[in-house]
């Protein structure tokens, strides 16, 4: 392996925070794509903040009896095409502007895939790995009340993000329950998605945000006349959507050669077991110790040779250096943000494809949808049947962003985003708004 170039001697992070404004980001796109799309004003104008931001700090009587005080946050986007809709979110660095930005997305998302939702994001500014696990379900259940007037199975439909998992959704669901009449108690299990299976989950949605990577991906492959067997893939982030990507595109034959996530970086130039290092993430909660690749640096990692890459960690991780070391032909961007955009521009000079956050990974809020769709029909579906109808959704979606980026000739991105905001201006200049 060999860095193309210099990278600072001890970087860990070579976004630097403070020049990355996520919101800015998000509304600086939707800038282009109005114009480029000829969007209202008066849409874009609606569409510049969210319609609700909601900021709860309420109290938690922890292990040892001391009473700690959290502050979680729900914003609310958009909601012309139906009920908000958008994860939840436990980590350390949680900020307001950074969950705008993420609900926006989820606006973007939903609207382009075809879903009746809306865009929503929330959580808790805390980390998850510091509580034990009563702890852990007192905190959830006690934002989940301060929050309960303002969701619910066709209001505001939390799901699982980061920090979280289908045991916190079922923490969630139940809570809320409870504060219903009994009358209607199995009625708002759609209050949110990605629940356990057994408490009215749905087959599939664990790996859905990572197929329906995949399903892109294959489209893309499909489109440019490559066969994924015999390729090989770096991914960065082994959690719940980068270790399912790995693991269904090693079933088609790619090998995973590199790997990271916060605690470091890994190489096997043979390719790794995804399903064994899935396994010990499971265990250990990251890939450190995981014996079956060699350490390297984060700057080796992004040097790396291979045809895909996969950002599936958080927000602000693909900078411009970044951008000039990989060597790839694909970027599939697992995560929301993963790229800054001057990463974007270098990488559409360089003519390394980008499959953006909004569609890349739309597998896991469609898949969430089915999962509301059981709820409210009292249905249990097959898992073939929910990825069969996942491919479906998200292969038509990439098509129709791939056609409008040949027809504006953009990048994928806005041209995502741009349809996106085409179906919610038709919605608002046929309803218009209220006085």
């Not at 001697?9 to 794509?33: E, I």
Request: with cysteine.
């Amino acid at each position: 392996m060999t860095t193309s170039i210099p990278f600072p001697p001890s970087s860990t992070a070579l976004v630097d925070p403070k020049d990355f404004d996520f919101f800015k980001v998000v509304q600086d796109n939707t800038d282009r794509a109005t114009k480029l799309f000829r969007i209202e004003p008066f849409v874009k104008t609606i569409l510049s903040q969210p319609k609700n931001e909601l900021i709860v700090n309420f109290p938690v009587r922890m292990d040892n009896g001391d009473i700690r005080l959290f502050k979680g946050y729900r914003v609310q986007h958009n909601n012309v095409l139906g009920p908000f809709k958008g994860g939840m979110r436990f980590h350390p660095q949680l900020a307001l502007d950074d969950v705008k930005a993420l609900a926006a997305l989820m606006t973007w998302k939903c609207a382009l895939v075809r879903l009746p939702f809306g865009g929503a994001k929330g959580g808790i500014k805390f980390d998850p790995h510091d509580v034990s696990r009563s702890e852990l379900q007192r905190i959830t259940r006690r934002f989940t009340h301060s929050l309960a007037d303002n969701i619910g199975p066709e209001t505001d439909i939390p799901a699982p993000d980061v920090g979280t998992n289908a045991q916190v959704m079922a923490w969630m669901m139940d809570t809320y329950s409870n504060m219903v009449a009994s009358a209607q108690k199995q009625s708002v299990r759609g209050v949110v998605t990605g629940k356990p299976a057994a408490s009215g989950g749905t087959l599939g949605r664990t790996k859905g945000p990572g197929q329906g990577a995949v399903f892109c991906a294959l489209e893309w492959a499909r489109e440019h006349g490559l066969d994924l067997d015999g390729t090989q893939l770096i991914i960065q982030g082994f959690g719940a959507v980068g270790s399912h990507t790995a693991a269904i595109l090693a079933r088609l034959g790619v090998a995973t050669i590199a790997v990271g996530d916060h605690t470091g970086y890994l190489h096997n130039p043979e390719g790794f077991n995804a399903h064994k290092l899935q396994d010990w993430v499971q265990t250990h909660g990251n890939i450190a110790g995981y014996p079956g690749g060699k350490a390297i640096t984060r700057e080796e990692f992004f040097a790396t040779k291979a045809d895909l890459f996969a950002p599936c960690a958080l927000e602000n991780q693909v900078g411009e250096l970044e951008a000039k070391a990989l060597q790839v032909k694909l970027v599939i961007e697992g995560a929301n943000g993963a790229l800054t955009p001057p990463a974007d521009q270098i990488l559409h000079e360089r003519g390394i494809d980008v499959l953006p956050d909004i569609l890349a990974n739309a597998g896991g809020v469609i898949v969430s949808y089915f999962e509301w769709v059981q709820n409210k029909r009292s249905e249990i579906w097959e898992e073939e049947d929910v990825d069969a109808r996942l491919e479906v959704a998200i292969k038509r979606a990439y098509r129709e962003v791939s056609d409008q980026a040949r027809q504006k000739k953009c990048d994928m991105r806005l041209a995502a985003i741009g349809i996106a905001m085409q179906r919610i201006d038709a919605v608002y200049k046929e309803r218009d708004i209220f006085p």
